[in-house]
């Protein structure tokens, strides 16, 4: 399984073929008043659910960092960067309470490849579109094998 976290957190199901399952789960941006904190028990409960459905024997989890040239399009000029720290570790904690493999996976897999340059070269790997936080998780698992 790969996973492209974030409050829209994009994740791929690989089951032996090269067509994965995917979706996304969000934090619902209509309760604006919600703290930090209820934002990421929401998540984490929503991941849950998802790790109990799936079962996956690995996890890989994209780790955040910083690229300076795309800064303008980071976590980080948002200040989200501790934020999405915070949720990648509860999902790190979620696959040891489930018993299940996970490895952190450092983005430098994509450097500073745009957003749309990786659907293209999914959609052409695959022959298909996926939805914006999707395509990363699967770009991820291609990548994973070297088919991208």
Sequence with gaps: MTVDPGMNTGWAYWHGDSNPATGVFRF??????ATTEQQLVYMW??????LNSLQPSIVYIEDCTTFAS?????????????KL????????CQCMLYNIKFELWHPRWKGTMKEDVVHRRVQRALGRKYRNHEV??????????DEL
């Design 136 to 145: 990363i998780a699967v770009a991820m698992g291609l990548k994973l094998v």
């Design 28 to 33: 619902k941006k209509k309760n604006h008043s």
């Design 70 to 82: 795309l800064v303008s399009s980071t976590a980080s000029l948002r200040g989200d960067l501790s």
């Design 85 to 92: 720290s915070k949720l990648i570790g509860g999902y790190a």
């Design 45 to 50: 409960w929503e991941w849950s659910q998802l």
